[in-house]
């Protein structure tokens, strides 16, 4: 079995990763992390130190999800993907075919991420009114199952 687990190493990316070792610890899937940087949208040099600064956060903290993984007797590996979350995590299961893709429900509270601080509330509020959140764009796309874990917030 291969299941693909979204993560941004944000709170609730890693109640989801609690609840795939919880939930499938008795078969150790293969898992698949992918975790998206997006781009701020700007050329700026500010813009790109924000984006490296994110990028190397992200990477650092996905990168010890998978050794959390491998600890707990689960095959894993890591895509890095930049670019929009919705179609990068489209196309890495249009690619790599899982059986299952599994993600967190959005969470209006940042959780400490400076960026995600700051550009938070203008990228929710934009998603919601154009394309909805990444849960719901993938679940009209996506083609293999998926499991949205509640997170307690909202």
């Not at 929009?84 to 400490?112: F, T, W, Y």
């Not at 959140?133 to 083609?143: G, H, I, K, T």
């Amino acid at each position: 079995m291969d299941v693909m687990l979204a993560y941004d190493h944000s709170r609730n990316a890693r109640i989801a990763l609690e609840a795939v070792k919880e939930m499938f610890g008795a078969i150790r899937p293969n898992i698949t992390l992918i975790s998206v940087i997006e781009d701020p949208g700007s050329t700026t040099s500010g813009a790109d130190d924000m984006f490296n600064e994110q990028y190397a956060e992200q990477k650092a903290g996905v990168d010890a999800a998978a050794a959390e993984l491998l600890a707990a007797g689960f095959p894993s590996k890591v895509i890095v993907a930049e670019g929009d979350a919705r179609k990068m995590i489209l196309r890495a299961c249009e690619e790599r075919q899982p059986n299952l893709l599994v993600m967190a429900r959005h969470s209006h509270k940042p959780d400490g991420n400076f960026i995600t601080r700051r550009l938070d509330a203008l990228v929710e509020e934009f998603d919601h009114m154009t394309f909805g959140s990444v849960s719901a764009f993938l679940a009209r796309r996506v083609q293999c199952p998926l499991l949205i874990i509640p997170t307690g917030t909202g």
